[in-house]
């Protein structure tokens, strides 16, 4: 079956109509800002009605323009510049209320999170994580952020944990270099996406371990080499990366470990809280949670 877009209409461009031509070529030469427009704005601009381009849609056989749209965000992922995004969330909001927009857009991606991510593939990483020798969690720029979260706490109930948040191909491969089939990596990364990530994800495959995908989809390049991929619903059109879900995401793993190896977790922290309370790290007032 033919699912890139540009493949679907090159297919397809003979037997359109006159106005369906139009709508082609538009997407073909401005697919970015395509991408951000309602139907009925996107056939004000080329021309033609609005029931036009949803038949434009439904003919190169998406369900609808929403499918078409969502098609042509998969195309620009990787290739909106900052400046583009800025202008994309200016034209969002418009006159509105930023946080209005912005909390309401990140309930949506959660939601989004929860609808499409594989309950299958996510206890097949949580089981790859408890398995594993080592875990090496690989996640740089806005990414390493959550890397370091997950890391933190992957540590505190494991203790086998290498964060790695170098984004220089030699220092990912040293970081590396000891990886094995009895180890497991989890990389972590959103539009725009890291080259170094995906490639880490290729050499981490190759020496055996075992690959774990936190990303936005399937057509992300750290998909292609994981076993287990969890889709984590990201904002590759706002100024700033929204991590929300990535974060809540991350969040159920965590707990999903902390339950499987429930016994060991509460010896652990039994004495931590014991050396907590002894050197004083706490205030009376503070929750005993080290964030």
Not at 21 to 42: C, G, M, W
Not at 61 to 84: C, F, H, N, R, W
Not at 188 to 216: C, H, L, N, Q, W
Request: overall charge negative.
């Amino acid at each position: 079956m033919i699912t890139h877009l540009l493949v679907r209409i090159d297919a397809k461009m003979s037997t359109f109509s006159k106005g369906q031509k139009l709508i082609a070529e538009f997407i073909e030469q401005h697919y970015d800002r395509a991408a951000f427009l309602t139907a009925s704005k996107l056939g004000e601009l080329v021309g033609v009605s609005e029931s036009t381009v949803v038949r434009f849609a439904t003919e190169l056989g998406y369900g609808g323009y929403p499918e078409l749209q969502k098609a042509m965000q998969e195309m620009i992922k990787d290739k909106l510049t900052s400046v583009q995004r800025i202008d994309v969330t200016a034209a969002k909001i418009g006159e509105g209320s930023v946080l209005d927009m912005v909390l309401s857009q990140d309930i949506l991606k959660i939601r989004r999170t929860l609808e499409e991510t594989s309950r299958e593939d996510f206890d097949r990483a949580v089981e790859s994580v408890i398995n594993a020798e080592n875990i090496y969690i690989f996640g740089v720029r806005s990414s390493s952020s959550l890397a370091g979260f997950l890391g933190y706490y992957f540590d505190l109930i494991l203790g086998n944990v290498h964060i790695v948040t170098n984004s220089s191909r030699s220092g990912m491969y040293e970081a590396l270099l000891r990886i094995s089939d009895k180890d497991a990596i989890i990389g972590i990364s959103f539009p725009r996406y890291s080259r170094t990530a995906a490639e880490a994800m290729t050499f981490a495959k190759s020496r055996g371990a075992a690959t774990i995908a936190v990303t936005d989809s399937l057509l992300s390049p750290l998909a292609q080499s994981a076993e287990s991929v969890l889709i984590a619903r990201s904002d590759m059109a706002s100024v700033v990366d929204s991590l929300v879900a990535p974060l809540s995401l991350i969040n159920a793993l965590i707990v999903a470990t902390v339950i499987k190896k429930k016994d060991d977790v509460k010896k652990t922290f039994s004495v931590l809280e014991n050396v907590w309370n002894e050197q004083g790290v706490y205030t009376s007032s503070q929750i005993l949670d080290n964030k």
